[in-house]
């Protein structure tokens, strides 16, 4: 099993690791803690038919962008966190991740102790009357876990 790599990219306060699936070894997700002010790397450049402005949503806090995995997304985090955030990516922890929060790592299934790609893991939203609910995921071994709600 491949550990994750660490990339001290500290370019303009950000801080990235790349972690690789179980399964296959190819990158599984890589995750960037975005400090406040900065372009979330996952939509730079704007993809096409995206508001101009798409990667600066949530500018003023610090926000963690997950691209990879059963389903990439950006997601706040809070300033009491940032340090341990820090701290794991520097680490390649996605366990570290899961534990401060299981929405900051969506690659790792705490069953298997291991990271998975989008091919060896999937994604389902539920909807509850019409509105969204949650999103599970279902490794390749079976294990089903909220990703994020």
């Not at 990339?7 to 500290?10: F, G, K």
């Not at 599984?28 to 995750?31: I, P």
């Not at 969506?106 to 998975?116: D, E, R, S, V």
């Given at each position: 099993m491949k550990k994750s790599e660490k990339?001290?990219?500290?370019k303009n306060g950000a801080v990235s690791a790349q972690f690789f699936c179980s399964a296959c070894g190819k990158p599984?997700?890589?995750?960037t803690l975005v400090a406040p002010g900065q372009p979330d790397p996952r939509l730079t450049p704007v993809p096409e038919g995206f508001p101009p402005d798409i990667n600066m949503v949530f500018?003023?806090?610090?926000?963690?962008?997950?691209?990879?995995?059963?389903?990439?997304?950006?997601?706040?985090?809070d300033d009491s966190l940032v340090e341990r955030v820090k701290a794991a990516l520097l680490a390649g922890d996605a366990r570290e991740l899961f534990a401060i929060d299981r929405e900051f790592a969506?690659?790792?299934?705490?069953?298997?102790?291991?990271?998975?790609c989008r091919n060896?893991?999937?994604?389902?939203?539920?909807?509850?009357?019409?509105f969204?609910?949650?999103?599970?995921?279902?490794?390749?071994?079976g294990h089903r876990r909220m990703l994020c709600d």
């Open positions: 990339n001290m990219a500290e599984a997700a890589t995750v500018i003023d806090t610090p926000r963690l962008s997950i691209d990879g995995g059963p389903r990439s997304y950006t997601t706040g985090v969506p690659f790792w299934c705490p069953k298997c102790k291991c990271c998975y060896h893991c999937d994604s389902e939203d539920i909807f509850d009357e019409c969204y609910d949650a999103t599970y995921g279902t490794c390749m071994r």
